[in-house]
Every structure is written in C-alpha cells, then in structure tokens.
C-alpha cells in the first residue's frame, strides 16, 4: 500500500477511524492522508451572505487536523506519515477527487452517530463512497479496535464468481495478513438457490485454492443476520463484501434495516470492487 485515505469530520467516530488507519499505514509501510471537506456557514437573513469567508474556513480546518494529527500520532505504536487536506466541496465529489489523484490503495471510513439522524447523514455518505468510488473501503464501527487480523469472511452469493470478485486484492489482504479465509453463503429453505451455482462454488474453489478458504452454508431468513451471527460465532476480525447493483450492501449498511448491522458489532467492513 502506498497511501490510505480518511475523511475526517472530527468526531469520535472520525478519530477511531483514524487510528484504525494509522495503525494499518505502519502494518504496510503506508502514508496516511486526513481528509476534511467543509462547507461556507450562511446566515439566515434575507439577504443572505457567509457567516465566515473561506479563507477563515480553510484556517480552522487545517488547525483541526493538525490536532487530530497528533492525537493519532500518540496513539499509534510506530511512527508514520501523515499528510492534511481541507477543501470547501461536497464530500462525494471531493473525496473521489482527491482520490483520483492520489490513487491511494484503501479508503478508510469511520460509520456512527449520536442519533438516528447522524448516523442516517454518515450512512448515506458512506453508501455514496461505497458504490460510485472505484477504490476499496473499509468502514469501521465505532467500537472497533485495530487487532490483528487472523480471520476474514467473503460474503459471497456464487453469481458470475470469475467476474465479479476481485481476486488479486482479496488475495493480497489475506496473504499479508497471513489470515484464514472463510468464505459465506447465506440461504434459507434453498430459496436463493439457482442453476449454475453448484459449477460457481466449484469455479471458486478454484481460484482461491492457494489460500486455502473454508467455505461456509448459513441458513438464516435474513442475509444480514446471517453474516453478523456467523461473523461472531466465527470470531471474524473483517468482512468483505463485493458491491454489486443488488441490494446486499444496501441491506447491511442501511439504518433502517432491523439489525443495523455495522451500529450493534465490531467488525469491519472491506467493500472491494469487482
């Protein structure tokens, strides 16, 4: 890895995340760059003009991480590199800039919120990162500690396996960490089950021979359910799930769904593209 990327807002969850990553960018030798988008405060009068000129907006958020900076510096065992930028953008569009330019190998997103609202409003931006970035994501609840990461579960539905999972990624990741890999496939009464998956377990089973994967039938009526029961029974220190135009990560991110599953576990999240 050469850089990771965290969008910052300040909060608890933002600083976690930060020393997620942190402690991620010294595991591979990576940079880790802090990234904060604002917008001009308006006042609400008629003739409505900015509360603060963006000059004073850039000022007080390059101050802010600065201090996030350095909280995370002293949290981490090992030293590492860590680079700031502020800008006046709307995060989805400045965050897919910056990556863009950057090219950083993971973006690093904390997912929380003291109410129903603000956990609604980060939700939906880590929706909107998950499915228009190209760039892998990993979402980090707001309990989770950065532990060493022994087993990693593939959320998979055995459709079109060759062409939707990412291989070389999903192998780099259980290699580096020398992880177990236990691959997940939730079903109930065999009402998802269609013609071909059989040849696209096998198919699988295939491609990841050299890690050895153990694969996993998890009968539960509910996908979401299923993966979190499995994941803590199974002790899984991440999940990786591959977003697709179905609704698996609409279903396990969204805040309205039952189990909120990312608000009630610890477990991190690695969306990867196919």
Aim: glycine share 4%; net charge negative; aromatic share 8%.
């Amino acid at each position: 890895m050469n850089t990771i990327i965290v969008p910052v807002d300040f909060s608890t969850t933002a600083a976690n995340a930060a020393e997620f990553a942190g402690n991620l960018a010294a595991f591979y030798g990576a940079d880790l760059l802090l990234y904060h988008t604002y917008d001009t405060p308006v006042s609400l009068s008629e003739s409505a003009y900015p509360v603060f000129d963006s000059t004073e907006m850039q000022k007080t958020a390059m101050l802010e991480l600065e201090i996030l900076k350095e909280n995370t510096l002293a949290k981490l065992k090992y030293n590492i590199t860590i680079n700031l930028r502020a800008e006046m953008s709307v995060l989805e569009i400045g965050l897919e800039s910056v990556c863009d330019e950057v090219k950083p190998s993971l973006v690093v997103m904390g997912l929380s919120g003291k109410n129903s609202l603000s956990r609604l409003i980060v939700g939906s931006n880590t929706i909107k990162a998950i499915h228009h970035l190209k760039y892998p994501i990993l979402v980090i609840p707001a309990k989770a500690d950065f532990l060493p990461i022994r087993k990693i579960g593939l959320a998979c539905d055995y459709k079109q396996v060759v062409i939707n999972t990412p291989l070389e990624l999903l192998k780099k990741v259980v290699k580096d960490f020398r992880a177990e890999l236990h691959v997940m496939n939730v079903d109930f009464e065999n009402k998802n089950f269609v013609p071909g998956m059989i040849q696209e377990s096998v198919m699988l089973t295939e491609l990841l021979k050299d890690l050895k994967p153990e694969f996993h039938s998890i009968e539960a009526p509910d996908v979401v359910e299923g993966l979190n029961t499995f994941a803590q029974m199974a002790k899984l220190d991440w999940i990786v799930v591959i977003p697709k135009k179905h609704t698996l990560v609409q279903k396990i991110f969204t805040t309205s769904h039952t189990q909120q599953m990312l608000y009630h576990t610890t477990v991190p999240i690695l969306c990867i593209h196919e």
